[in-house]
């Protein structure tokens, strides 16, 4: 495996006065899968346009392998390019859809099928090579077009938000067959999603983004647990954010102490702990406890997440279904986090 194979440096690209990436820098290892995470407008789509060429970025260089790939126009690239509304020609089959750019090359058709019916086996799909996109079914369609890029044998793959066209179900599935044919081939990819579960679950690492600027590179772990920021917080995941005051290892919010594990930090923080780390009860915790008023449970499938009120904050605490049912809303409840599950971050 290849280190800095797929190497972003110093990008800039602006739309007038519109400043869509600004001094952007990123090194992925070959056969990694990483996803660009962000909001819409923060600039991750106009850095995978400009990886496949679409685009011409005002400065800073692209690599591959190794070699700047700037001047070189989309189709000289060795990149391919998943988009979420499929693409796919109507008037041809399955099979002709994704050994269409083996076609234009006059590659012959045995060697066409050679190539072409082991991507329609890994992705479950050979019994539909006769059909038409019309028979077909969303999720059914974008495995095609998953097919048809790899059948050029890219270096470089990069999904655009390829499952958002699709519903739930069919989405997390499409998500499993792209995160194992990925894995399987070790192909290097690029995953653009402003869905923060379709990140975590699919990427090796993940640049979470914002205003065209990178607020945080991690693995999916290392983005959840410790973000770095506010914004990538309150992006990535539900946090609860207390705001108010650290000294030593204490942290007052709204005139209620916080014991926290953060001995050295001192003046105006961000305390952030996860739904899940907050646990309640209808009797006192002792530290980092305060009271709070139950004002909403929603049912989130395999949990709970109740919403309550506390200094005209909300606060939301995951439990088992089993424990929802112990509370009703206008319920006094006490809430309580262990110190070693909040966060401090700088505002």
Not at 301 to 319: P, Q, Y
Request: proline share 4%; net charge neutral; with cysteine.
């Amino acid at each position: 495996m290849k280190e800095n194979y797929l190497e972003l440096r110093n990008i800039k690209k602006t739309y007038g006065s519109v400043i869509a990436v600004n001094d952007f820098s990123l090194s992925v290892n070959e056969g990694e899968l990483v996803s660009l995470l962000g909001p819409s407008g923060c600039g991750k789509t106009t850095l995978l346009r400009s990886i496949a060429g679409f685009e011409k970025v005002d400065s800073g260089e692209i690599l591959v392998d190794g070699k700047v790939i700037n001047d070189i126009p989309p189709e000289k690239r060795d990149v391919a390019i998943v988009f979420q509304s499929y693409a796919l020609f109507p008037h041809m089959t399955v099979f002709d859809n994704v050994a269409f750019s083996l076609m234009i090359k006059g590659v012959p058709k045995k060697e066409q099928e050679e190539n072409v019916m082991p991507l329609l086996e890994m992705l479950r799909i050979s019994n539909l090579k006769d059909r038409f996109p019309r028979q077909l079914s969303g999720g059914q369609q974008q495995r095609v077009a998953l097919a048809r890029a790899l059948a050029k044998k890219p270096k470089i793959l990069l999904l655009d938000e390829p499952l958002s066209a699709l519903d739930a179900k069919v989405r997390e599935e499409v998500r499993v067959e792209i995160r194992r044919v990925q894995k399987e081939l070790s192909i290097t990819s690029i995953y653009v999603t402003h869905d923060q579960s379709e990140a975590l679950s699919i990427s090796d690492r993940i640049v979470v983004m914002n205003a065209g600027v990178i607020q945080q590179v991690g693995t999916p772990v290392e983005i959840y647990r410790n973000p770095k920021n506010l914004f990538v917080a309150n992006f990535v995941g539900v946090a609860n954010i207390f705001h108010g005051k650290a000294s030593r290892n204490k942290f007052e919010w709204h005139g209620v102490e916080f014991i926290i594990d953060n001995p050295e930090m001192f003046g105006e923080f961000a305390l952030a702990v996860r739904p899940e780390m907050m646990k309640i009860s209808k009797i006192p915790q002792g530290k980092n406890s305060f009271k709070a008023i139950v004002d909403v449970t929603t049912f989130l499938g395999s949990f709970a997440r109740i919403t309550l009120k506390a200094f005209s904050e909300m606060i939301h605490v995951d439990v088992s279904i089993e424990e929802a049912s112990k509370y009703n809303k206008g319920d006094e409840v006490y809430v309580s986090f262990a110190e070693n599950s909040a966060l401090l971050i700088e505002k």
